[in-house]
Structures are given as C-alpha cells and as structure tokens.
C-alpha cells in the first residue's frame, strides 16, 4: 500500500509537474507566438511603409516631369532627379521585405510597371526639352504615364491589402493561441492543483519531497511569471509601435491627399496657363503681318494664319486643306529644292528648318519669301509637327538688287570695312581706281595701303567712327598696285553695334594738284600783283628754288632788245661770284653755247646731271642744272635756270617747272609790257572820254530834235484828224463806201501818229526830268496801281497777289510809271486766260531790291527779249493786244535813271514775269 501510495504519490507528483510543464510549454509557446505575431505587425508596417515611399517617390516623378512640362522650369527636375535615385533603393528595400509567393509574385509584376513609368517620365522630360510644350502637352493629355501609374497604384494597394490579411490572419492565429493557451493553462493549473492537494497528504509523509517539489515548483511558476512578464512587457512593446505605425500611416494618408489636392490644384493652374499661351499663339498669329503655318505631319494638314489671304491674295475657300495648299504654289524652279531641304531636315533630326524661294501669289505674280519652320518630334525623335512663319520680301529683294547694282555700278568707291581695319566688302571701282583685285585689298588690313604720312590721322579717325561718329570728307593718300599714290575723300557713316564702316571715296588726286598749283599760282599771283619790279623776281624765284628743291637759280627776262636781263635782287647766285653789277645784262652777241643760250635759242629745257664745264670764272660750281626758257605765245619772254638739287633732276622736275613757266609767263608778259600798255590805256581812256562828250552831245542834240519833232508834228496830225472828220461830215454822202474807208483809214492812223507823238514826248522828257529821290511805300503803289487797272478792266476775273514789298528810294511819280506800265501789261496780256493770275514779290538781296511782276498770259518766245525795251518795238500785232511799244522803252529809261536794271523771262503761253533792281539805300 504504501509502495502504491507512494507509487501515486509519484505518479500524482509527476502527472502535476507534467501538467505544469505542459502549461509552462504552452505559456513558452504562447509567448514565442506573441513575438511572432509583433514581428510580424513590424515587418507589414515596414513593408506598407515601403510601398507607400515607394509611392510616393513614383508620383514625385511624375509631378516632376509635369510640372517641368507645363512651366518648363529646371527647377521641377530637382525633385524628379532626386526620386529616380530614391525609387530604386525604395523597390529593392520593399523586395527584400517580402517573402510570401503571393506578393512575391506582385513585386515582380510592380518591377516591369516602375521601370515603364520611370522610362515614360524620362521620355517626357526630354521630349519637352527639345520639341516644346505643345507637343509634350499632347504626350501629358494622351494620359499614356497616368495608365502606368494608375497599375502601379493597383499592385501597390493589392500589395499593401494582402500584406494587412497576412497580418490579420497572423493576429487572428496568434488570438486563438492565446485563448487556447489560457484555457489550457487555466486547467492544467487546476489539474495540477487538485493532484496537488491529493498528494499533499502523501507529502507530509515525505517532506523532502514535498519540499523539492514546492521549491521546483516556486522557482518553475517565478520562471513562469518572469517570462510571462517579459512576453507581456514585449506584446506592449510590440502593441505600442503597431499603434504608433498605424499613427505614422495615417499621417502618411493624410498627407498624400494633401500632395494629391496640391497637385490637381496645380494641374489645374498649369492648364489654365495653357489655354492662355494658346490664346495668345491665336492673338499673336493674327495680329502679325507674317503669314504663319502649322503643319501636323500625322495627318498631313496645313493650318495657315490670316495673313495667308492677306499677303498672298487667298480667299479661305481657295485654300486646300492638306499640304498642297503649300507646294503647289512653289515657283517651278524652286520647288524640288525646297521640298527636298525641307524632308532633309525632318529625316536628319534637325531642330528647325529655313530657306527663301517664291510663292504665288493669287493674281498669279510670285513673290520673294523667307520661309523658316521649327520641327517638334516626340519622345522616339520622329517628326510630328512643323510650325512656321513667311515673311515677304519681295520690296526687300528689290531693294537689295537695287542697292547691289548701284554698288556694282557706282563711278564713285564704295566698300564695307571693318574696325578692324579690314575691308570686308569693295565696289568694282575700287579695283579701277587702285589697280588692286578684290582679293589683294580684303587680304590686309587698309593701313597697309595708307601713305605713312597719313596713317597717324587714319587710325584717329577709325577710333572716332568706333564710337559712332560720322567722318565727313576725310582726306589721305592711298598707294596703287603700281606705286603710284593717289589722294581720297572719304565720307563713313559707322554701326557701331555691328563694328562696320559704310564708306564711299572719291579720287581727289587731280583736285589736290590742283590745289597745289592754284596754291603756287596764287602765291606767285599776289607776288607780281604786290611786289614792285626787283623784289617780284626775287621772290619769284625763291618759290621756284622751294618747289625744285634747289639751292641756287636764276629768273631773268628777254628785253625789247632781246638780251638776257638778270635783276639784281634775284640773283641768290651772285654772291659767290665776282660780278659787281647789281643788275646783269647778257646781250644775245655774248651768249655762247652754254646750256641757258642753247635753251633760249631751241625754246625747250636743257638739263644736265653732271658738272658743268662752260661756268663763268668764280661761278659757283653747278653740279646739276636745268635751263628752261619760258615762252609767250611761241616767243621767248625769259628763262629759268636752277641749280645743285641734292638728286638728279628727272622729267617729272622738267613738267613741274615748265608748268609754273607757263602760268607765270601771260602775267611776266604782262609785267614786261605794262608800261607800254599803261600808256595805252591813258591813251584810250583819252578817246574814250571824248567820245563820251561827243555821245553826250549828240544825245542831247538827238533828244532836243526827236521833242520838236514830235511838238511840231502834234499839230498837223490833230489837222489831218480834224480835215478828215469834216470831210466825212460834208461830204460823206458824196463818196462810195471805198471813199470813206480811206478817210477811215487815214484818220485812225493820224490818231495811232498822234499817241506815238505823245509816246516820244513822254519818252524825251522822262530823260530830261531831275530825279526826286525820297523812300517809297513800294506796297500802297503797286495796289493803288492796280486798282486802277482792274476798275478798267470789270469784267474780266482776276486773282491779285501781293506779297510784302521793301520801300524804295527813288522818284515816287517815275516809279509809279514803272508800276502802271507793268501791271497794265500784265493785265492786258492776260486777256486771252479764263482767270488772269497776277503775282508781285519783293526781295531785298546783295545791295539791291529786287522786285517780279508776274502773269500767266499769253508769254512769248525769249529769243526776240533784246527787242522788248526797244521804242517802238512789239512781239505782238496790233489786232491782238494794243500799243505803240513805248512803254516798256520808257520803264527801262526809268529803271536806268534810278541806276537799276530790268530783265525779262517768259515762256510761251505760259506767262511772263518782269523783274527790275534797285539799289538798297540809294539816296
């Protein structure tokens, strides 16, 4: 019994520790579990938090490259960078993470899916870089990058959905094991306690083993308690970052919405913007005067802008749709040309394409265009649009031919230089002038060619133009192809933007030797017009030694005897010889044959450039010479002579003497023969005043004679008149009609004989009557004169303008016959006009007033003008206007009294204007 009890006692004793094993195993199992189960939690919050980066990242790049295509901005590419770094690591992370096969399986379909969205990305970014907006836009709109992403958010959330049932189920498993491990360890406990308490009785019989047992027991359940405490504290931990993950997740949630609000509010502005940039392309296209085209090479259509119809002439329905509307319009020779350059650029991946060619236009002319195009490809590089503009130039083609020719044909030099000092562009004329090609003168830089003396001045007058301003008549000497050297006037207008001269020169090398002769020929001018006899030579001489370069010479004249007469005050050779005279007198017996008798006899220079052997004794040695004698109408007046140049003398130094010989010899002729001529003119000055008193008087005795004539002529003309007018009285009804047209006749021509008496008599006392001169109102006589003159004439139309005339001095009643006689002319000769115009100026100008009376009459032929101021003189007959041809005869009197002049210019029906002087001041 007692082997039994104990028996059960051990046996009990072993069932209740097996029992509190089994609860420790359990609890063991239960806790492992529990740890399982919150590595688990943390390993679905990693991976969820994962794919939410992973996520984000994806839209990161897809914000990116929109925004960078809807502002173009760099900046948008920042971020876009940063996530296709970010989103690799992000995929490899979550990869690693997941070992179910199931999700396994969606990581693999995800990877293909990223990489497609990161290559489109890619795609659209530099599909926006290098063809523009509208074309991106189009890829943005084809919404082909949202499809990816809306896959990649569906894998994602499949993802991240079973990943949460993983978890749950997991959670769900890890609940049942604990409620089955409470159950067990709630029975097994109790179990253990009632087989406990059995053997308790049995215990006290052995409390050795009641004593191991309760101390194994104390320490298994202080084992126990301490790992339940430890799995507890744990499944805390564990709970604690579930909490917090599902926190993190939820504020992640939240701000992807807010990303996703942020974002369409963006879509939303970047749309409107571009619905403005295309309002403005529409605004744009139609308020430029170039024609602009858009060509869509998907569908092969032409788009043109209004001023398609506007330049070119086209109506909108006479425009094809497609590309025709285009090439069928290319001038013929122009056509395959532009067509292939233009396939050319689209298949070598060009950015843009131009050319210039000719369009027709509607009236079938064909204008000179430039044609320039942009060429939008898609993310593959292919071509899919052209959008362009037109510009017409044909008034710009014009202008450049025209500007060519006249460049090409131009007498004067043209070119285009640099401030380089380079030429960059020269006319044909340059060619001609310096005898260099085009291709000689670009080669170096123009100083080259410029005359040493002159470059100083050239290159400040480059380094004026290089800060725009304007070179007006600057002079320098260039040198020729054959060493000659030739001066030019330059006038440069400078860009100085551009750093270009637009130059035009003129060869002035003929007026600047001219210069320099008129120069020498002035100054030896004022020489013999200043200088008494024996200076004259001398200085003559001292300009002809500065021109010839030569130290020594002589000037000396031919006398009425023919000798060589040498003045003393020209003689700069004199001093080294032993002549003591102070004027030399060679007579033509003691000339000899030296060189300046040889000259004077030959009449042609004779020079040497070798010691002369036939100089005077004591002569200063001459080395080199040249005798030139100078010569006056065939014969020898005189003769130069220089001496010692320090060089040769050449025919160059022969032409220059012999031109200063020719100019001074009219005016030494002059000097040599002025005493004779002086006399001369006493002597015809005589004459000429005795004649004078002769003309005097017989114009006097011819004007005393022409007034009794016509005093004593008025009587029996008004006798005559006045017998015919009886006669027709008396005895009219006695004669036949031919009768009294004789007695007509001869009573209308004693009258016309009677106003050409009173015409004389006017005409002689005019120049008999003293001259009253006083200041007069020049514009109340005109206008007073041509009152009278128009209440004559009523009935006709006339238009009168007077301008603003200066007084006069001069006789106030002679002046008025100079207006009336004037005016009525006008008037009179202005019959034939529907509206007469009559004009009176008057301009003060270089000590005389000068004042026009003029008309648009009949006029008349300026070659018989000598005639007009003649008495009795008429360019027209009498049946036409009439007048006995006194009173212009008896203005010219008048003007000449007042020591005034008066001429005439007409044209042929088209008018006369009269026009006299009179001298400013004259009292």
């Known amino acids: ?148 992403m809306d896959q990649i958010r569906a894998v994602i959330t499949r993802m991240e959905t079973e990943e949460q049932s993983l978890l749950d189920q997991c959670t769900a498993a890890a609940k049942r094991a604990s409620q089955v491990a409470i159950q067990i360890a709630v029975v097994g406990t109790g179990l253990s306690f009632v087989l406990l308490v059995v053997v308790f009785g049995f215990v006290t019989q052995e409390n050795w083993l009641r004593d191991q047992a309760e101390q194994a027991l104390r320490k298994t359940n202080e084992q126990l308690e301490q790992r339940v405490r430890e799995r507890t504290a744990k499944l805390e931990e564990a709970n604690t970052c579930l909490q917090s993950a599902i926190r993190t997740r939820k504020e992640a949630e939240s701000g992807i919405r807010k990303l996703n609000a942020e974002l369409e509010q963006r879509v939303k502005e970047r749309t409107a913007e571009v619905q403005a940039s295309q309002e403005r392309f529409q605004i744009m296209a139609r308020a430029t005067n170039d024609v602009v085209w858009d060509w869509n090479l998907l569908t092969n259509n032409v788009w043109w802008n209004e001023a398609f119809q506007t330049v070119f002439g086209y109506r909108v329905w006479d425009i094809e749709p497609g590309l025709e509307s285009w090439t069928s319009r290319i001038h013929p020779d122009d056509a395959e040309r532009v067509v292939t350059g233009i396939h050319h650029a689209i298949d070598t991946g060009a950015e843009r394409w131009f050319d210039d060619y000719r369009f027709r236009r509607a009236d079938g002319s064909f204008a000179f265009i430039f044609d320039r195009g942009e060429i939008i490809r898609d993310g593959q590089g292919k071509a899919v649009r052209m959008v362009g503009a037109i510009m017409d130039m044909t008034e710009r083609r014009k202008a450049e031919n025209e500007r060519d020719r006249f460049f090409t044909l131009s007498t004067d030099m043209l070119c285009i230089a640099g401030t380089d000092a380079h030429f960059k562009r020269v006319n044909p004329a340059f060619n001609i002038t310096l005898g260099y090609t085009t291709e000689e003168l670009l080669a170096q830089p123009f100083l080259n060619f410029v005359h040493p003396d002159d470059r100083a001045a050239t290159v400040a007058e480059v380094e004026k133009l290089s800060h725009g301003i304007v070179t007006i008549r600057f002079e320098n000497r260039y040198r020729c192809r054959n060493g000659a050297w030739k001066w030019l006037s330059w006038n440069v207008q400078p860009l100085s933007d551009e750093g270009l001269l637009y130059c035009t020169a003129r060869d002035v090398t003929g007026r600047k030797r001219a210069e320099e002769v008129r120069a020498l020929q002035t100054r030896i001018a004022n020489i013999f017009l200043t200088m008494p006899d024996n200076e004259m030579f001398n200085e003559v001489l001292k300009v002809i030694l500065d021109v010839m370069r030569s130290p020594f010479g002589v000037f000396g004249f031919i006398d009425e005897d023919g000798s060589l007469v040498v003045p003393t005050m020209t003689r700069q050779i004199w001093d080294k010889c032993q002549i003591p ?115 005097q008087q017989t114009n006097k005795e011819l004007e005393s004679f022409s007034y009794s004539v016509a005093h004593d002529l008025r009587t029996p003309m008004r006798a005559i008149n006045g017998f015919g007018a009886n006669l027709l009285k008396g005895y009219g009804d006695r ?189």
């Not at 089994?22 to 919050?45: C, D, G, P, Y």
């Open 1 to 148: 019994m007692k082997s039994k009890s104990k028996f059960l006692l051990i046996a009990g004793f072993i069932l209740s520790l097996a029992l509190l094993g089994s609860v420790a195993l359990l609890n063991w199992q239960f806790i492992h579990r529990m740890e399982e189960t919150a590595k688990s939690v943390a390993h679905t919050e990693k991976v969820n938090f994962g794919l939410s980066k992973l996520l984000s990242g994806l839209q990161d790049i897809e914000t990116g490259a929109r925004g960078f295509v809807i502002t173009g901005d760099p900046k948008f590419l920042e971020p876009f960078e940063a996530s296709l770094s970010r989103v690799d690591d992000l995929f490899r992370t979550v990869r690693t993470l997941i070992s179910d096969p199931h999700q396994r399986a969606s990581c693999d379909a995800l990877e293909p899916l990223i990489a497609q969205r990161i290559a489109a990305a890619r795609a659209l970014v530099e599909l926006r870089r290098k063809s523009g907006f509208e074309v991106a836009q189009q890829d943005v709109v084809g919404a082909k990058g949202k499809v990816v």
């Open 581 to 695: 005279e102070k004027t030399i007198r060679f007579p033509r017996p003691t000339w000899g044959d030296s060189s300046w008798p040889q000259a004077i006899r030959e009449k042609k220079a004779n020079y040497s450039n070798e010691n002369s052997t036939k100089a005077p004794l004591g002569h200063v040695i001459v080395t080199r010479h040249i005798s030139l004698p100078i010569l006056f109408q065939g014969e020898v007046i005189g003769l130069f002579q220089v001496a010692n140049k320090e060089t040769d003398y050449t025919e160059d130094d022969i032409r220059t003497l012999e031109t200063i010989a020719g100019y001074i010899a009219p005016i030494l002729s002059a000097r040599l023969r002025r005493e004779r001529a002086e006399e001369s003119v006493r002597k015809l000055n005589s004459d000429l005043l005795h004649h004078a008193d002769q003309l």
């Open 735 to 923: 004669l036949d009609d031919e009768g009294r047209r004789i007695v007509g006749v001869m009573r209308s021509e004693a009258e016309r004989m009677g106003e050409l008496i009173d015409g004389l008599l006017e005409f002689s006392r005019m120049g008999r009557t003293l001259v009253q001169t006083t200041e007069v109102d020049m514009n109340a006589l005109a206008q007073s004169v041509y009152n009278e003159c128009a209440a004559l004439a009523a009935d006709r139309k006339l238009q009168f303008k007077l301008h603003p005339l200066p007084p006069a001095q001069g006789d106030p009643d002679m002046l008025r016959h100079v207006w009336t006689h004037l005016i009525s002319n006008a008037v009179k000769y202005t019959r034939t006009k529907p509206v007469a115009e009559i004009e009176i100026t008057g301009t003060a100008k270089d000590g005389e007033i000068v004042y026009c009376v003029k008309d648009n009459g009949v006029g008349f032929d300026m070659r018989y003008a000598n005639k007009l101021f003649g008495v009795f003189q008429r360019l027209h007959s009498e049946d036409e206007f009439e007048g006995v041809g006194i009173g212009l005869a008896l203005v010219k009197r008048i003007i000449h009294r007042h020591e005034g002049r008066i001429w005439v210019e007409s044209t042929l029906n088209a008018g006369t204007a009269f026009y006299f002087a009179l001298p400013l001041g004259k009292e």
